[in-house]
């Protein structure tokens, strides 16, 4: 796989929460013509704290506020717990990261997976594998929703199963919390959104253009990521003007940028809510001979390399994969023990720019960084080099 690939053609989760195309083989070519015009490094960057707010206005709390007890995980052990996976698709690194999270956390439990339903982005794959999954008849179910609306109903028969449910990112629509689900886990959209405003603020001038390329879906973690990004410009920024365009298939985004900017040639850097549709601007720049700077949401190897090679890419803020999916296995356990966990626990945005890739992969993917972008690192002489 090569580091991410998220949503395609049909309304997604999240993450989207989610991932990308290559977009890192050309960017050197765009190298230094677009400098900040102020100092940006990540600790800037770094949000105070969690800006959105959850499902139903809940307040984020950490994951250190689920709590087992010695002998809560005694009780678990013993009870061996049986845990289904329902994905919105398995081709992008959110994905795998998340089900490495669950069931390393789902490991010291004693507990096991029964199964992965990967549906592909697709409705009704994820509603007939939820089906499906419901028939095993695990003990817990954590999944997230490829659409809020045509999956609700499906989601409310896991309550009525008898199964405990974690979600992912987002709730379907008409779901309550504690009865029909027992806890969302996700990264702070709004404040991944933030990241991304403050980081391009810093590459527009006095009364400056900025272009918002938006998934057009009823998307929770999407508006957030926009609402994030609008919000803070025009808290800190009023004097730049946002021009906004939708795009439906995350595959045609770029095809959607190229036009906009061709009919927008004032916009002077890009925002867009996840790395897909960014690296779709970027082919869209190039391919018009133009240099950009972008922000975005998530990161993944090929917009970690194109920062290394001072691409258009200049910073994301980047969500907690791994950490995620063991939040929420740990919720399911606790749920499971009869503890009654926070609705929504959440994740603060981790900034991401050239400076600090090494450092925020480590912390991101837990793991050493990709060859190619330590090899990168060095031959620019650029990023946490000496990492």
């Given amino acids: ?108 439990y004693n507990a096991q997976v029964v199964g992965v339903v990967d549906p592909d982005y697709k409705v009704e794959a994820q509603v007939a594998g939820l089906q499906n999954m419901i028939q095993k008849a695990p003990d817990a179910i954590l999944s997230i929703p490829v659409d809020d609306t045509a999956t609700a109903a499906t989601y409310k028969q896991v309550a009525r199963a008898g199964i405990k449910l974690i979600l992912m990112d987002n709730v379907p629509k008409g779901l309550r919390y504690p009865t029909d689900y027992q806890a969302m886990v996700s990264s702070d959209n709004q404040g991944d959104g933030a990241v991304g405003a403050k980081a391009l603020a810093a590459y527009i001038p006095q009364g400056g253009t900025v272009g918002v390329l938006h ?78 700077p972008i922000t975005s949401v998530n990161i993944a190897s090929d917009v970690a390399l194109d920062m290394a090679d001072d691409g258009m890419i200049k910073a994301v803020g980047a969500q907690v994969p791994y950490d995620q999916g063991q939040a929420e296995a740990k919720a399911a356990i606790a749920s499971l023990l009869g503890k009654q966990v926070p609705q929504w626990i959440a994740f603060p945005a981790v900034p991401v720019i050239r400076n600090n890739v090494q450092s925020a992969w480590r912390q991101i993917y837990h793991g050493n960084p990709p060859a190619q972008l330590v090899q990168a690192c060095r031959k620019n002489n650029a990023c946490d080099a000496k990492h």
């Fill in 215 to 292: 998934f057009g879906v009823d998307f929770r973690v999407t508006e957030d990521r926009r609402a994030g990004f609008v919000d803070w410009m025009k808290a800190h920024r009023p004097d730049i003007k946002i021009k906004q365009v939708e795009f439906l298939d995350p595959a045609k985004a770029g095809d959607q940028a190229a036009d906009f900017l061709t009919a927008n040639p004032d916009v002077q850097g890009m925002f867009t809510e996840w790395e897909v549709p960014a690296t779709g601007i970027e082919s869209a720049l190039r391919a018009q001979g133009r240099n950009l």
């Fill in 1 to 108: 796989m090569t580091r991410t690939r998220l949503l395609t053609a049909l309304p997604v989760a999240a993450c989207l929460a989610a991932l990308c195309s290559c977009s890192s083989s050309n960017s050197a070519g765009a190298a230094g013509q677009n400098a900040p015009l102020a100092k940006v490094d990540a600790a800037s960057l770094a949000p105070k704290g969690i800006d959105g707010r959850g499902p139903d206005g809940a307040e984020g709390r950490p994951a250190a506020s689920i709590v087992l007890t010695p002998g809560d995980i005694a009780k678990a052990k013993k009870a061996k717990f049986r845990v289904g996976i329902v994905m919105q698709t398995m081709n992008v690194e959110w994905s795998t990261e998340q089900i490495r999270g669950i069931t390393d956390e789902l490991r010291k």
